[in-house]
């Protein structure tokens, strides 16, 4: 499977107002043509930052990229201008968010927002006739082409985002939590339609999301990220039931207790990673229950787990 999706130990800093956070430290990822990966980690490790970066969607004034690659569909695009990411967006690559009401125009019905879409990446197609299925595919009444985004619901905004999205024919879509706005009810429809548009579509989907079974139910790997470095990933059975680096032992501790109580969110105890400096070891450490002293001092090469799946993982206990 080639790849359409590649991070190389890639580290990308926000500098603002004489402070500095290391958002991506060491972050490597591979999503193949067609493959379905999910993201995870608890909230600041970097993962919003990352699909960002995906799209040259951070913020030029603030965040550099200090070192690695990142490749589209084998183009190295780390140092793309403006210009060149206009290209990519869209076509290799679009992305859905959390919030679609900030991302479709206010002032544009529905209808003329995918139009737009499809003109710009297949201008040879009769458009109308496109924007009538592309609301089918995404189970919107064609009624809604003539909605503005305010009229629609929320999961309904969500299907004109992704029917948007799909207009460019992406290879790889990224979704960023995208049902994380969304009553539970309409959080499993989006899903649903999300995998199975995968499914019938033949594209990567890059997934997103602080909930461990949405990412489960969705995706065939699963990268697991912590204070801006990837440390744990593989098959998701095998990371999700064989969890082999503490973090993420402590992760999916943290989600069951969350699911089994009705009592407030339990966490992994210890005080967030601090992101303004660049600590060789594994930034893990001082809440590691594992801990020993070369953890402070480097971040071990990726190795196959011990006494677990089949997936890798940075971690000095299984070296
Ligand atoms: N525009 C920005 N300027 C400065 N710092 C930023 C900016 N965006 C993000 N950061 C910092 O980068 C780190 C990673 O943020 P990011 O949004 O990527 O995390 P996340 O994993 O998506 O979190 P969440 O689960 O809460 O969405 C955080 O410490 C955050 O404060
Ligand atoms: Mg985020």
């Known amino acids: 499977m080639a790849p359409i999706l590649e991070f190389d130990a890639l580290r990308l800093a926000y500098r603002a107002r004489g402070t500095v956070a290391y958002a991506m430290n060491d972050v490597s990822l591979v999503v193949g043509e067609g493959e ?29 990229i200090e070192s690695g690659r990142i490749l589209i569909g084998g183009t190295d695009v780390t140092r793309f201008s403006e210009d060149q990411w206009q290209a990519m967006r869209g076509n290799p ?21 995918i139009a737009e879409s499809v003109r710009a990446h297949a201008p040879g197609l009769a458009v109308a006739t496109r924007v009538v299925e592309l609301l089918s595919l995404v189970k919107l009444p ?43 009810t309409t959080q499993a429809e989006i899903l649903a339609l999300i995998r199975e548009l995968r499914e019938r579509l033949g594209m990567a989907l890059l997934l997103i999301s602080h909930d ?90 990726p190795s196959p787990a011990r006494n677990a799946g089949a997936q890798t993982l940075r971690c000095w206990a299984h070296r």
């Not at 003539?146 to 969500?158: K, T, V």
């Not at 966490?267 to 402070?296: K, V």
């Open 93 to 113: 690559v679009a992305m859905v968010f959390q919030d679609p009401l900030s991302y479709l125009n206010p002032v544009m019905r529905v209808g003329k927002q």
């Open 142 to 184: 064609a009624a809604a082409a003539d909605a503005y985004p305010h009229e629609l619901s929320g999961g309904m905004r969500q299907r004109a985002l992704l029917a948007v999205a799909l207009g460019c024919e992406p290879k790889l879509l990224v979704a960023d939590e995208p049902t994380t706005a969304l009553d539970v």
């Open 212 to 301: 461990l079974g949405i990412v489960a139910s969705a995706c065939d790997r699963i990268y697991v990220m912590y204070a801006g470095h990837t440390v744990e990933w593989g098959a998701t059975a095998d990371v999700f039931q064989r969890p082999a680096h503490p973090y993420t032992v402590g992760l999916l501790k943290a989600a069951q207790a969350a699911r089994n109580s009705e009592g407030r969110f339990a966490t992994i105890s210890g005080d967030p990673p601090n992101l303004s400096e660049l600590s060789p070891g594994c930034p893990f450490t001082p809440r590691c229950p594992q801990a020993r002293a070369e953890c402070r001092e480097s971040m071990p090469a």
């Open 36 to 64: 379905a990966v999910g993201l995870v980690g608890e909230s600041g490790s970097g993962k919003s930052t990352l699909a960002r970066a995906t799209l040259g969607l951070t913020p030029r004034r603030i965040a550099t």
